[in-house]
């Protein structure tokens, strides 16, 4: 059964930082993607970044891009999303998922297999 498990969320104010987990376990994890999504209320889920558990550059939306920065520790098979300079727009349930079947490191929710139950992040202005 895999399971992945998000952690870290919280409230900031505006400018703060806040740095999210994201753990998988359940199989042997190789050749995989990890990504973050986000979905603010009234709103659709949207892509934030994604990395390769195989190394390549990893993907951002360009809404946070110079801001975030998603990691990986392979050891620990565990995903980080460092988030700087949050605004109140950054406010949103937070996911992390993930792709064992596309060669392509994917900015589309439909390639990605495994969901966690997502973290609130609030950014207060």
């Known amino acids: 059964q895999v399971q992945i498990i998000e952690s870290g969320g919280g409230s900031v104010q505006a400018g703060g930082s806040l740095r999210l987990s994201c753990a998988a376990s359940g199989r042997t994890w190789s050749n995989i993607h990890m990504a973050w999504f986000r979905q603010a209320p009234g709103k659709e889920r949207e892509f934030v970044a994604a990395?390769?558990?195989?190394?390549?550059?990893?993907r951002y939306d360009d809404s946070v891009k110079g801001r975030f920065t998603i990691s990986r520790d392979n050891a620990e098979i565990t995903v980080y999303l460092q988030m700087n300079s949050l605004n109140p727009e950054d406010t949103a349930v937070y996911y992390c998922?993930?792709?064992?079947?596309?060669?392509?490191?994917?900015?589309?929710?439909?390639?990605?297999?495994?969901w966690g139950q997502g973290i609130q992040v609030i950014v207060s202005s």
């Open positions: 998922a993930a792709d064992l079947r596309t060669a392509i490191l994917s900015k589309t929710s439909d390639a990605y297999d495994y």
């Open positions: 990395i390769s558990w195989g190394g390549g550059t990893p």
